[in-house]
């Protein structure tokens, strides 16, 4: 098949990759070691592999790679580290909002897209918007926490 060369703005960092046209942007991703991104059932209905693609939560995995070429694209990882994690990363922390971890960096994703176009969610914005990440090990009830300690936090460094 032939190679396409497709521009990933990742995380800050550009890449520029040959690719075939069916490359997915989640196998593009984990390819250039962005393993934070996961891979669970590679269709669209678990939501681990969430990315914010120009500001919006998509799953990696229903994005063909070229799609993306010349797009603004955050992982988990792009977000905080363990040394300076994001207010969401510390909420889910605090909340013990993750226990084998493989459904969090896309719950952190979704959580974020949320938290920048509302920054006060009700209980049912929250729900609304992780109801595409499942998570097989919390049960739902910490990870909801984590949001709502997420955005407290986030609004009082707003205010600090
Ligand atoms: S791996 Fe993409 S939604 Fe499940
Ligand atoms: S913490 Fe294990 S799937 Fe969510």
Do not use: W
Not at 24 to 44: F, I, N, P, W
């Amino acid at each position: 098949m032939e190679l396409h060369v497709v521009t990933l703005h990742v995380n800050g960092r550009t890449h520029a990759v040959a690719l075939a046209p069916n490359v997915t942007l989640l196998h593009a991703l984990r390819d250039l070691g962005y393993t934070d991104v996961k891979s669970g059932c590679e269709k669209g209905d678990c939501g681990a592999c969430a990315v914010l693609l120009n500001g919006t939560a998509v799953n990696s995995c229903l994005v063909l790679a070229y799609q993306a070429d010349g797009a603004e694209i955050v992982t988990n990882a792009g977000l905080g580290t363990m040394e300076h994690p994001h207010p969401i990363q510390e909420a889910f922390a605090d909340a013990g909002a993750a226990q084998c971890g493989y459904c969090t960096p896309g719950m952190v994703i979704s959580a974020k897209a949320l938290l920048d176009r509302t920054p006060h969610p009700t209980e049912d914005e929250i729900r609304n918007a992780i109801s595409g990440n499942l998570c097989r090990c919390t049960g739902y009830g910490q990870i909801i926490e984590a949001v709502k300690i997420a955005a407290d936090k986030l609004a009082e460094g707003q205010e600090s």
